[in-house]
């Protein structure tokens, strides 16, 4: 089976579309707004906290490794909950990632600052296969496509995305 990087497994979980450009390169607009402010709230909060590490095999920035009652939480920082869903999704990924090309077991944790959310995360078997499904149907997309899934306009998430000049131009 083939492994995607977390970032590319999101975009995928949100936007097919955006998981097509992204796997061919086809940068975002790095001055977007919305990823810059995405990028503040990163480096500002959990100053003490944060130890940033980068998984080259697995392709992974994990933004925060919390070792707490002798056991390693993974946690991945949102700036805001609308995205909670597809965040908790890319969390388990991370997991999943961890497990099954590191064979480290690991608890996740979802925190997002500016609402004052923590919600712990756990991988289970479910996850697993779900995750597995979503994998097959990625190779499928974005490897037997030359072109681009069609956009679709998915409301309150297409006019703040970083790829939007892609779609809507």
């Known amino acids: 089976m083939k492994y995607f990087s977390p970032s590319l497994f999101n975009a995928f979980n949100i936007c097919q579309r955006q998981a097509w450009l992204m796997s061919r390169q086809l940068t975002a607009d790095q001055h977007n707004e919305f990823l810059q402010i995405g990028k503040l709230i990163e480096e500002t909060f959990y100053k003490r906290e944060k130890k940033t590490i980068y998984l080259a095999d697995i392709e992974a920035m994990i ?3 919390i070792k707490k009652d002798g056991f390693y939480y993974i946690a ?3 700036k805001s909950s609308r995205t909670l869903k597809s965040g908790i999704f890319q969390l388990k990924y991370y997991l999943y990632l961890l497990k099954n090309k590191k064979g480290i077991d690991a608890k996740g944790v979802i925190k997002i600052p500016k609402e004052k959310i923590s919600k712990n995360v756990v991988l289970d078997n479910d996850d697993e296969h779900k995750i597995e499904k979503i994998l097959s149907d990625m190779e499928l997309v974005l490897f037997n496509n030359s072109i681009p ?3 679709k306009n998915i409301l309150k998430i297409c006019y703040k995305c ?6 809507w131009s």
């Open 149 to 151: 899934p069609k956009p």
């Open 76 to 78: 991945e920082i949102k």
């Open 162 to 167: 970083a790829h939007f000049e892609f779609c």
């Open 63 to 65: 933004d925060m490794v």
